[in-house]
């Protein structure tokens, strides 16, 4: 079972940065892909951007395109999300999600991973 675990979340002001870790730990680390979600307060869960382990291949949500890079170390079992030109609606809850390949398409939705991290928050200053 491979278990998440976020970092790096934190206050910025707009127009800031930052950037997330996530280690996939486990007795046997077999994720096929993961991704990045978020949930602001009021509002459903929504996708952020994904990464294929095997080769990187990546996808990111229309609002993340151009402002965010997801990447991951394989070495390290360790994905990322460096955010940039923060925005105070990019305020909320983000989660890291790990999938096995079973159920993964797109990586866009939920039902498509099947371990989940805590969160961390990320809150941008106006």
């Known amino acids: 079972q491979v278990q998440p675990v976020e970092s790096g979340g934190g206050l910025v002001q707009a127009g800031g940065s930052l950037s997330l870790s996530c280690v996939a730990s486990?007795?046997?680390?077999?994720?096929?892909?993961m991704g990045w979600f978020r949930q602001a307060p009021g509002k459903e869960r929504e996708f952020v951007a994904t990464?294929?382990?095997?080769?990187?291949?990546?996808y990111y949500a229309e609002d993340a395109e151009g402002r965010f890079t997801i990447s991951r170390d394989s070495a390290k079992n360790t994905m990322y999300l460096q955010m940039n030109n923060l925005k105070p609606e990019d305020t909320a809850v983000y989660y890291c999600?790990?999938?096995?390949?079973?159920?993964?398409?797109?990586?866009?939705?939920?039902?498509?991973?099947?371990?989940w991290g805590q969160g961390t928050q990320v809150t941008v200053s106006s």
């Open positions: 999600a790990a999938a096995d390949g079973l159920g993964y398409l797109t990586g866009q939705f939920r039902h498509e991973y099947d371990a």
């Open positions: 486990g007795r046997t680390f077999r994720s096929y892909a």
């Open positions: 990464i294929r382990w095997s080769d990187g291949t990546t």
